[in-house]
């Protein structure tokens, strides 16, 4: 795992593809702009886990019939 610091406004680039983008700080939170192409699926990790195995007590209540990355990720 690459670990990084980044501050409010900067960036990252994934693969010239991605960018992430740190929006906002506060306290324990971190909001993230992503911008990527639209082939390129933004899913949250709990989402996935979530789709994975539903008894994830972290994750949503999500169905698996109901996600369009379900396939991608199963």
Known sequence: ???????????????????????EIRDDR??????????VPVVRDELCRRLRDPQDSDAPDTKADESPYFSEFA
Request: charged share 30%; aromatic share 0%.
């Open 1 to 23: 795992m690459l670990m990084l610091i980044r501050g409010k406004g900067e960036r990252i680039r994934i693969d010239n593809r991605v960018v992430v983008q740190v929006l």
């Open 30 to 39: 971190v909001r993230l702009g992503i911008e990527c192409p639209v082939d």
